[in-house]
């Protein structure tokens, strides 16, 4: 016979399904902490600086130069770094990523996929 559950047990019992049900809409679970942090990516013989950092729906990639800093108008060149970074890693940049512009940076959210 299997006991009557209780108030506590039937709200964990809730929270895991609602938990369940998160990853049906295609959502992207958190980056192991392994495969995030800074790496080098050379495109054309320059260097990169591709970030891939865990965030509370999936990732962000955030890529980088050193000087000159990145501009508003090199979006395709940080998607290709992003690309070629995520490629190593045996994924791809995640489709739904966008890229925007923050100071000398291209941000990506949703980083690899």
Known sequence: MMPALTLRSALLL???CALAAC??????????????????????GVS?????????????????????????DEGALAKQVGV?????RGKRLAPWALGKFDGGAW?????CA
């Open 14 to 16: 809730t929270a895991l």
């Open 107 to 111: 941000v990506f959210d949703g980083g």
């Open 84 to 88: 070629q970074f995520c490629s190593g």
């Open 23 to 44: 990853g049906d809409r295609g959502e992207q679970a958190p980056v192991p902490l392994a495969a995030s942090g800074p790496s080098e990516v050379k495109v054309e």
């Open 48 to 72: 990169y600086l591709a970030d891939l950092q865990p965030t509370a729906t999936g990732s962000t990639l955030r890529v980088t130069r050193g000087e000159p800093a990145m501009t508003y």
